[in-house]
Structure formats: C-alpha cells, structure tokens
C-alpha cells in the first residue's frame, strides 16, 4: 500500500487543495511506496500565514527561551535517530550508517543553534562622543523559506530551520518531493519539542509551491540548496521580489594529488569521497587530478581493484558500501555522460554500468566507474553526473592542477594530498574554492564553522550555519543614544564625529 504524504502548517496535517502529487520511490526495488502531495499557491498562502501570525510572539520570545525548545529538539532526534535513518534511507537508498552520519550533522548545527543567546550579544561602544553611546543588536528577519535537495534530506532543512529559528524568525521548510518525509518528520518533532504552532511549517511541492514562496511579499528571505541551474534562478527570482536569498548550488570537487602524497591514504580517501552515498555529495570528490603520469599509474593501479569490488546494494544490508541513486532518470543521466566519456576519448578503467542485483533487478543502481585521461573539454568534466563515477585528469605540474581547478565553473569542495607544507600552504591561499581540505578528502566545516562555495556553486552573500548563518538570518540594527538626555550642545549643521570637542 502506498502512503500518502502531506504537508504541515499550524502544528498539525494539512492536505492542501492543489490534488496534485508526485510518486516517492524506493530507489533499491525501484517501485514507488508513497504519494507526496504537491501544493498550489493557495497552500503555500496558508502556510505563510501561519508563519506570519507565528512571527510577533516568536520574536520577542527571549533567545534563551527559543533555545530551551531546540535542546528539547536535540534530545528528540538523538531519541529518533534510528528511525529517522531508516525513513530517510529507505526514500533516498543510502545506507544506514551514512544516513545517521548526515543526520548526526544536521544535530551539531542544532547544538550550536542551542548557543544562539551567546551568538546574538550585540556590541556595545561607550562615550563615543560626549554622553553618546552606540550599540549594535541583530534581529530577526522575518518569514523564512528553505527549499532543499534530495540528497540531504535531514542535515540540509537542519543547516537552516535551526539556525533561522533561533534567531526568532519563522520558517517554512519546502523538501525535496523525491524524499520528502524524513524532512516532515523533523518538522513534527519541532512540535514535539514545545515549539509553538506556526513557527516552523512544512510544504511539499514542485517549482509551483517554490514560486508561490519566491513572489510572496510576507517571506522575507529565501535560503536553497540545489543544483546550479535551479539556484541561479531562485536567486534571480526571490531577489526581484525584494527578498534576501542565500542559494548554495552544484560542485565539481577536484583532489589534487602530489607525487609525494601517501598513496594507500590517497586511495582510502577516494573511495569514501567519490563513491560514498552513490557520489549524491555536493562535497563528492569527481576528479581527481594526478600530477605527472607516474602519480596517475600509481594511484589507479591501487585504486582500480578497490572500486570493482565496491560492495553495490540495499541500504538495509549492512555488508552495503554504496545503495543506488535516487531515480531511473538520474541512472539514465549517469550512464548516458558515460557512454559520452567513452565516446569523447576518456579511458573507462573500471565499468559499473551493468550491475544487477538478486531480489533487486529494478532498482537504480549504478557500479562504480572510473575514468582515466578525461581532459577538460569532455561532458564528463564539464557537468556535474552526481553519481559514482570519478574522473582521472592527468596534469604535468602542480601549477597545472592550480589552473585548471581555478579555471572550473564551480568552487564548491577540494583537497590536496601531500606531505609537503609549501605546497600546502600555497594551495589553500591560491586556490579559487570556498572549502579546501588538506589530506581531508570532504571538507565539510562543523557546525561552528560555515559551509559554502564560490563562483557557480553559490550565489548571495552569505554561507549557511556557524556565524555566517546567524548574520544571513537577522538584520543588524545600530543604535546611538545621548544620556543623561538634558546635555545640550546646541545645533549642528556639520557632520558632528567622536573626535571633535
Ligand atoms: P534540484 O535543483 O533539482 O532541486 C532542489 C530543490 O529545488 C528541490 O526542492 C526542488 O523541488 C526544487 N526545484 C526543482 N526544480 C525547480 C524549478 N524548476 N523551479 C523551482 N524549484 C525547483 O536539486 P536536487 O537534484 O534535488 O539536488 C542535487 C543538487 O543539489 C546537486 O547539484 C548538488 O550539487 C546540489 N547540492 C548542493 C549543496 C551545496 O551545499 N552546495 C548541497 C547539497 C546538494
């Protein structure tokens, strides 16, 4: 029987008008399990009322208060973790430990939200000039939308519900409609934890619910996460319409590989960072550029024997390395940029397009494969294919890897592996990338921290969560008071400034 899945606004189901829905699969028997409903514009409506009836209480809740219901949160989702895996993993197909690894680090954020009376203290100047003082506060601004991938379906609406809340703002969270119920289950446990109705809703939906929010005039501020196309236009879109828009987008990692690197931690590390959750990682490594050829054989020949015996199967085995990616249309993409690898001229080292599995002849799996001398005018290096696939580019020298990532559209991830400091040290000065691992393949900031790429891997102003996500969810106000108010200096037609008598 399939389930039905609904929004949520006000603190309870809300069945919407639209009638509309869209079929969410389980990606390892490929058959769909459950209905998501598709809200219209006049759902959407009601969940920003709510949000906007929500906000006056909300904000002037004391931040401390606001706190006291994310750490009831925390405890909920430590309480919940296996169950929320298991929902995630089972719409998504990556494995249990991994889905708990993501959830794990939605939690962090949620534990730094928890600090937000600390993060809010504003700054404070006296005597600035003769009884004047000035402080600075950060307040919240307003309605808030997020609209997520299907990746993450936990740790990204928890890189910004948490965050936006904290600050005193509402919240309307609009998932991704291939995974969408591990992003509701979050929401309900937001009510769980005492969080008052209408402060944080749900809406699931296509581009018609993600309009309705980007022209709304009662949402102040979009937060996405997505692919670049999409994200180029949500940014476009939500700041014609006035609003404050953060949009995190597509990746092309690159791990540059120095021929001094340790080679058996080189491999350790592709193979967690290209083939991990199907490659479905915007932090993904997808090339890996070897400089000089003796680098390149080295690392393919430990490499290659490593990706063929991947272990491909349902997220609930735990012999699982890798589960399937999340729909027929996305296999089909993959396996069409590789059959265009190989007529491009690339080398296909390691071929997973024909797995087939006992028990699971439909689902959307994919092997891993690995490509050697791709170069950078191929399809293969050019676009983003999301899924496990890594890339081999070959280059003669260090400053060749340099240019060549510098030259890539997206700024998303990268790594460099070598026991050389210089050489480190140069890369993480020079390279044209928003996060840079040192002999770290994946070099997602904690949560204390911000996460966010360059170039076309994120368009605004602002990264998410650390202090980046508290400034992208409040506006900062400055105020300068003269007490006792009875000095009197008379009229000034100049710009009067600290240092005049
Ligand atoms: P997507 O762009 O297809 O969808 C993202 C969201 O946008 C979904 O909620 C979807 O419903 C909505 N959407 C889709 N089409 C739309 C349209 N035409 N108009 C308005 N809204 C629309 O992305 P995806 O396939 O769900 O996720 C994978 C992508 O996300 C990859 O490109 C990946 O790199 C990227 N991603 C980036 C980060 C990051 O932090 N930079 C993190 C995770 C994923």
């Known amino acids: 029987m399939t389930r039905e899945i609904f929004h949520y606004i006000d603190g309870k189901k809300f069945t919407g008008t639209s009638e509309r829905f869209a079929d969410v699969y389980n990606p390892a028997i490929g058959e769909v399990e459950g209905k998501v409903a598709l809200a219209n514009a006049a759902d959407v409506r009601v969940a920003v009322e709510s949000a906007k009836a929500a906000l006056p209480g909300w904000s002037s809740t004391p931040p401390a208060k606001r706190a006291q219901v994310l750490f009831r949160f925390?405890?909920?989702?430590?309480?919940?973790?296996?169950?929320?895996?298991?929902?995630?993993?089972?719409?998504?197909?990556?494995?249990?430990?991994?889905?708990?690894?993501?959830?794990?680090?939605?939690?962090?954020?949620?534990?730094?939200?928890?600090?937000?009376?600390?993060?809010?203290?504003?700054e404070f100047s006296e005597s600035v000039a003769n009884g004047v003082d000035v402080h600075s506060t950060r307040q919240p601004v307003g309605v808030c939308a997020g609209i997520t991938p299907f990746n993450f379906p936990a740790m990204v609406p928890m890189w910004m519900f948490p965050m936006a809340i904290a600050c005193g703002n509402t919240f309307i969270l609009k998932p991704s409609e291939r995974d969408p119920s591990c992003g509701i289950r979050l929401v309900e446990l937001m009510s769980e934890a005492g969080l008052p109705d209408g402060v944080l809703n749900a809406v699931n939906g296509d581009k018609e619910a993600v309009d309705a929010l980007l022209t709304d005039p009662d949402v102040s501020a979009i937060s996405f996460v997505g692919s670049t196309?999409?994200?180029r236009y949500i940014y476009a879109t939500g700041c014609a319409n006035g609003k404050r828009v953060q949009a995190l987008c597509g990746a092309k990692n690159h791990m540059v590989i120095m021929p001094d690197a340790d080679m058996d931690q080189v491999v350790d590390a592709a193979m967690g960072a290209a083939y991990g959750s199907a490659g479905e990682r915007c932090m993904a490594i997808s090339v890996a550029v070897a400089v000089g050829d003796e680098t390149a054989d080295r690392f393919i020949e430990k490499l290659a024997p490593r990706v063929r015996s991947l272990k491909v199967g349902p997220y609930n085995d735990p012999e699982t390395e890798m589960g399937p990616v999340i729909t027929r249309q996305s296999k089909e993409k993959i396996l069409g940029l590789i059959d265009s690898g190989i007529e491009q001229g690339a080398e296909l080292v390691v071929d997973g397009r024909e797995v087939t599995l006992q028990g699971y002849e439909n689902g959307f799996f994919v092997?891993?494969?690995?490509?050697?001398?791709?170069?950078?005018?191929?399809?293969?290096?050019?676009?983003?294919?999301?899924?496990?696939?890594?890339?081999?580019?070959?280059?003669?020298?260090?400053?060749?890897?340099?240019?060549?990532?510098?030259?890539?559209?997206?700024?998303?991830?990268?790594?460099?592996?070598?026991?050389?400091?210089?050489?480190?040290?140069?890369?993480?000065?020079?390279?044209?990338?928003?996060?840079?691992?040192?002999?770290?393949?994946?070099?997602?900031?904690?949560?204390?921290?911000?996460?966010?790429?360059?170039?076309?891997?994120?368009?605004?102003?602002?990264?998410?969560?650390?202090?980046?996500?508290?400034?992208?969810?409040?506006?900062?106000?400055?105020?300068?008071?003269?007490?006792?108010?009875?000095?009197?200096?008379?009229?000034?037609?100049?710009?009067?400034?600290?240092?005049?008598?």
């Open 74 to 122: 925390r405890d909920l989702l430590m309480k919940n973790m296996d169950k929320l895996a298991e929902l995630l993993s089972r719409e998504h197909g990556k494995t249990l430990a991994d889905a708990k690894g993501s959830v794990t680090r939605g939690l962090e954020v949620v534990e730094f939200a928890c600090g937000i009376a600390h993060l809010l203290k504003g």
């Open 229 to 231: 196309p999409i994200g």
């Open 367 to 501: 092997g891993g494969c690995l490509f050697d001398k791709v170069t950078a005018e191929m399809d293969i290096y050019q676009q983003e294919i999301f899924g496990p696939v890594l890339n081999v580019v070959r280059t003669k020298s260090y400053d060749d890897a340099v240019t060549m990532i510098n030259e890539n559209a997206f700024g998303n991830g990268t790594a460099i592996f070598t026991r050389d400091g210089d050489t480190a040290r140069d890369f993480s000065k020079n390279i044209s990338v928003g996060m840079v691992g040192v002999n770290v393949p994946i070099p997602v900031p904690v949560a204390y921290h911000s996460f966010g790429g360059w170039k076309d891997s994120l368009f605004g102003d602002h990264s998410v969560h650390g202090m980046e996500g508290v400034r992208f969810y409040t506006k900062l106000k400055t105020v300068t008071s003269r007490w006792p108010s009875g000095i009197r200096q008379g009229a000034a037609f100049n710009f009067v400034s600290g240092s005049d008598d």
